[in-house]
């Protein structure tokens, strides 16, 4: 199968010598393009999202022991007072992942703005 585009008066030149082909039109190809790129934009935006909040739960993790030439080793520890907000900030944020990635594997709807 051969793929041919012509102009609107081509089509209409050719159209009357054979009847039995169909014609696209270049505009239409075109439109088709638009969609399909609007909507891997709005894919990659929901993939982002995604990859930032699961980026932004390491963030709160707590880094790794550093230990010294001198051999002393250093841990992080949150003040006393905050130990509880980290927690609970860690324990909201990887209950919140499973929403944002569920999200990024849903199809977009028509009209989405994202």
């Not at 393009?33 to 932004?56: P, Q, S, W, Y």
């Not at 550093?66 to 051999?71: S, V």
């Not at 324990?91 to 977009?108: G, K, L, M």
């Amino acid at each position: 199968m051969s793929i041919y585009i012509y102009t609107a008066a081509e089509i209409k030149e050719r159209a009357g010598a054979n009847p039995e082909c169909e014609f696209v039109l270049a505009s239409d190809f075109k439109a088709r393009i638009d969609v399909m790129d609007r909507a891997l934009f709005i894919e990659n935006l929901k993939f982002e999202g995604a990859i930032k909040h699961l980026t932004a739960i390491t963030s709160m993790l707590a880094p790794e022991n550093i230990q010294l030439p001198d051999g002393r080793v250093l841990e992080f520890s949150p003040p006393a007072h905050s130990a509880l907000a980290y927690w609970r900030g860690l324990s909201t944020a990887i209950r919140a992942a499973r929403d944002h990635v569920e999200a990024a594997q849903q199809p977009a709807a028509d009209g989405d703005k994202s």
